[in-house]
C-alpha cells in the first residue's frame, strides 16, 4: 500500500513523522478514536495543511466489512478484508448488564498448527499490524455506535497466536491504552496463548498490566506435544515456569483453557493432574466444548462428563466455569467464518 496505516502509530511516532507539535497529534487521536471518524476532513480544528498532509500519507482504517453475521445468543461475527485482500474476523460477544467483549484476531492464519483448531488448517498468511489490531475495537465502537469512554473488554482469543506476532502485539495493546485514545487499561485485555515461554517472561516484563490466559489442554507433555506441537519446543514445565514469573495483579488470576476433547482429555485421572499442576498459581480454570467442524477429528463432549470435570475441580477449591460457546450457530468458533468464506470462493 502506498500509504501508511494511522492506527499503526503511537503518539510519539506520529510526532517523529512530523505530525507536530504534539498536542496536534493527540487531538487527531482523539477525532479518530473517540469520535471515531475516519476522514482528516471532518477534523475542523486541525489546520488545513495539516490535513492535507494526513489525507496525502495516511488511511485512517486499514478494514473493510465484507460479511456481518448475527448469533441467536447475540455473538455477532465479523469478516474483514485487509488492503491486501486477505480476510479474517473479528467477534463480538454480548455479556451481562450491556457489558461487550471483543475477540481480536492477530495474524492471518497461524503457524502453531493445533490439531483440534480449523484457523491451523488453512495454515499461515502473515502478521497483522498494530494498526490492524487496533481497528478491530475501534471498528466495534464505531459501529456500535457506543460513547466514548465505553470500555470493552478484549480478548486476543480470534485467529492467530497473539505471541508470535510480539511485536505488533505490544503496540496495539500499547495504542488501545493511551488516554487521548481508546483508553482501555491492561486489566480489560486478554492475552490467550498456547504457551510460547520466552514470549509469556518477555511480555510479562513489559508491565502493560494485561491479563494471562493459557492455553493448556492437557495435562501431561506426550498428549499436549499431539494437540498442539508447540509443545515439543515449550513443554508444560517451562510454561509452568514462565506464568510464575509472570506479574499478576493481586485481583486477578491466570486464566487456563481447557479444551475439552470427548475421550481424549475428559477423564477425572486429568482433572486431579491438572489441580496438581496448578498448585501454587492463583488460577482460574476455563473448561471449553470442543467445537466440532466439518472434518475435525475429535468430538464435543457431553453436558454430564464437563460438570463431573468441572465439579472435581471445584472440590478443590478452584475456580472454574464451564465457557458455552458463544455463537454455535454462526460458527464463531476460532476461524471457521473465513473458512465457510473460502469454501465459497472454490
Ligand atoms: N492462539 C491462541 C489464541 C487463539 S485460539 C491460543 O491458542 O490460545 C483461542 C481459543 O480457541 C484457544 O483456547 C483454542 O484452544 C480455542 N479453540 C481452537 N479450536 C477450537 C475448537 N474447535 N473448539 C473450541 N475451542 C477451540
Ligand atoms: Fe493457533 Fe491458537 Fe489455533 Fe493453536 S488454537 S492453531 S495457537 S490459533
Redesign the pocket.
Known sequence: MDKKIFMDYTIDELVELGIKPKFRAKQIYQWVYKKYKDNFDEMTNIPKDLREKLKEEFIINPLELISHEISKDETEKFLFKTYDNHTFETVLIKMKEGKYTV?VS?QIG?K?G?K?????KGGFVRNLSAGEIVAQVWFMKKFKNFPENKALNIV???????L?NYNNLVKAIKIIQDDNGLNIGGRRQTI???GIAPKIEKLGKENLGVNL???L?AVDDKLREEL?PLNKAYNIKSVIEAIKKFPIDKRKKVMF?Y?VIKNVNDDLNSAKKLVKLLNGIPSKVNL??????PG?P?ERPDEETMKKFQRFLLDKGITCTIRE?KGIDISA???QLREKELNKEK
Request: include cysteine; hydrophobic fraction near 30%; aromatic fraction near 16%.
Open positions: 475477540c492477530t497461524c502453531v493445533c483440534f483448531c480449523l484457523t491451523a486476543y482469543m480470534g485467529m492467530g497466536e497473539p508470535d490467550s496463548t498456547s490466559a493459557i492455553s489442554h498442539i483453557e479444551l471449553i466444548y470442543f467445537n466440532p467442524y475435525s475429535y460457546s468458533a476460532c476461524g
